[in-house]
T-cell receptor, first 111, second 114 residues
Framework: GQQVMQIPQYQHVQEGEDFTTYCNSS?????IQWYKQRPGGHPVFLIQ?????EVKKQKRLTFQFGEAKKNSSLHITATQTTDVGTYFC???????????FGTGTRLKVLA | NAGVTQTPKFQVLKTGQSMTLQCAQD?????MYWYRQDPGMGLRLIYY???????DKGEVPNGYNVSRLNKREFSLRLESAAPSQTSVYFC?????????????FGPGTRLTVL
């Protein structure tokens, strides 16, 4: 079945350092979404990417969708303690309503 | 707007007991989902309902049943709970065809099966 892998599983950074998480799908996706989950909370939508090669920015966050629409990345510049949490990608295959979530990357920011 | 609500927030069951997790959304969304989240496993789709009156299996449906009672409500039933079903359960809703099609999640139900 379709799989979405995410690396790394954990990342500890010093405040001010950059952070990147990568998402890879075994199949071509129609779109990909990114979510953030704070400790003890529920996932909250960050962004959706649809087009091949698409790049979107939200303040210090940069999201990319690969040319083949099988991979994606989230890059945070100059991390802050408020960035702490787990970041998930979720891929949608064309013709379905089922999003397959990646395993997530847990980010810890050390002040 | 409450968004997506789930009850109960916490539950402890003994092996073999049954229970129903309730979910309701007030955003008039057509699609609703049930996920379970285990440490290091991300979110895995149990069942989903693309629209009122339809339900389909997700990645891990065994041991669960669902009911889409109406457009607002989507319940998840464990007929005979097992320790392997200890998890955090999230309900979500979305509106396919909208620009973002984002999923809105409820606060979760933390279930322990002894």
């Amino acid at each position: 079945g379709q799989q979405v892998m995410q690396i790394p599983q954990y990342q500890h950074v010093q405040e001010g350092e950059d952070f990147t998480t990568y998402c890879n799908s075994s199949t071509t996706l129609s779109n990909i979404q990114w979510y953030k989950q704070r400790p003890g909370g529920h996932p909250v939508f960050l962004i959706q990417l649809v087009k091949s090669g698409e790049v979107k920015k939200q303040k210090r966050l940069t999201f990319q969708f690969g040319e083949a629409k099988k991979n994606s990345s989230l890059h945070i510049t100059a991390t802050q303690t408020t960035d702490v949490g787990t970041y998930f990608c979720a891929g949608l295959t064309s013709g379905t309503y089922k999003y397959i979530f990646g395993t997530g990357t847990r980010l810890k920011v050390l002040a | 707007n409450a968004g997506v609500t789930q009850t109960p927030k916490f539950q402890v069951l003994k092996t073999g007991q049954s229970m129903t997790l309730q979910c309701a959304q007030d955003m008039n969304h057509n699609s609703m989902y049930w996920y379970r989240q285990d440490p290091g496993m991300g979110l895995r789709l149990i069942y989903y309902s693309a629209s009122e009156g339809t339900t389909d299996k997700g990645e891990v449906p065994n041991g669960y049943n669902v009911s889409r009672l109406n457009k607002r409500e989507f319940s998840l039933r464990l007929e005979s709970a097992a320790p392997s079903q200890t998890s955090v359960y999230f309900c979500a809703s979305s509106e396919p065809g909208t620009f973002y099609n984002e999923q809105f999640f409820g606060p979760g139900t933390r279930l322990t099966v002894l």
